[in-house]
């Protein structure tokens, strides 16, 4: 249990590796949101929409 301790240098770059990875997490959650927001969170097409497409493309 000594191991589990700031004084360990593994243990603490394990402690730092963790919370960046965590921080990016929530970080790349958000900056989904935002870019949904930005696009006014377009949706996939209807499938109305992609069979009309489709239809004018074969024209």
């Known amino acids: 249990m000594d191991n589990l301790s700031f004084q360990n240098p593994l ?6 590796a963790a919370s960046v990875m965590i921080l990016k997490a929530v970080a ?20 109305r929409d992609a069979t009309n497409r489709f239809e004018a493309d074969c024209s």
Do not use: D, E, H, N
């Open 28 to 47: 790349m959650s958000w900056l989904t949101v935002a870019r949904m927001m930005q696009v006014r969170g377009r949706q996939l097409p209807r499938r």
């Open 11 to 16: 243990f603490t770059t394990y402690v730092i």
